[in-house]
């Protein structure tokens, strides 16, 4: 498949909120945006499962999920890494905007689902996804912008600039 420019795609969120920072240090084989209601076909759920177990609902239940997100404005910020030479998927994020009663009636992003496909790692394909995903909590106001991680992630996440703060609980259904 060649290359699909972001004015031919239907877009989560509007392009313009991708930092150009970003943008420019990308390699130029690389292109950064928001997810597109065609990324079920350029292979999203593929490097999905490089973090975790991800079954496939097929493309129409994936896309259902994509307008159901985009449903809720300044909410759901998803976006990818796409290598412009195949235009699939190499690199995926999400930060989600959370509006609290607290703090003057602040904002906390959360950072998400980061996860680049194996052939790829190691070439600043993850530290690139957090700064725009740190980019558009911060333009969105967040007061913070915090993520859960494994141990052996820690070191990746202070690369981006983050530090540890407190510990993560869980309870799985
Ligand atoms: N330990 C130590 N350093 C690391 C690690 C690690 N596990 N991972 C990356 N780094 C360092 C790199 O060496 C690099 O350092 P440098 O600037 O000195 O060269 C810097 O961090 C940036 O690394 P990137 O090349 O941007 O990392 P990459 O593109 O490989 O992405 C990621 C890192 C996202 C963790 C990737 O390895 C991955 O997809 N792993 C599997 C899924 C996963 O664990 N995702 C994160 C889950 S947490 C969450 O989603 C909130």
Redesign the pocket.
């Known amino acids: 498949m060649s290359f699909t420019p972001d004015s031919a795609l239907d877009l989560l969120f509007p392009a313009e909120l991708i930092s150009l920072e970003v943008k420019k240090a990308l390699h130029s084989d690389l292109h950064i945006r928001p997810l597109a209601s065609t990324d079920y076909r350029r292979g999203h759920l593929p490097?999905l499962s490089?973090?975790?177990v991800v079954s496939d609902p097929g493309e129409a239940a994936w896309v259902q999920q994509f307008h159901a997100q985009r449903a809720c404005p300044r909410t759901y910020y998803s976006i990818v890494v796409i290598d412009k030479a195949s235009d699939r998927i190499v690199?995926v994020?999400t930060v989600l905007i959370e509006r609290k009663f607290l703090r003057g009636l602040g904002s906390v992003g959360h950072?998400?689902?980061?996860?680049?496909?194996?052939q790829?790692?190691?070439?600043?394909?993850?530290?690139?996804?957090?700064h725009a995903l740190t980019y558009i909590s911060e333009l969105n106001g967040c007061y913070k912008t915090i993520?859960?991680?494994?141990n052996?992630?820690?070191?990746?996440?202070?690369?981006?600039g983050y530090e540890k703060k407190e510990n993560e609980m869980a309870k799985y259904a």
């Open positions: 490097v490089v973090l975790t690199g994020g950072i998400e689902d980061i996860a680049v496909d194996k790829q790692q190691g070439k600043k394909i993850g530290l690139r996804i957090i993520l859960n991680c494994s052996d992630n820690i070191p990746f996440y202070e690369k981006c």
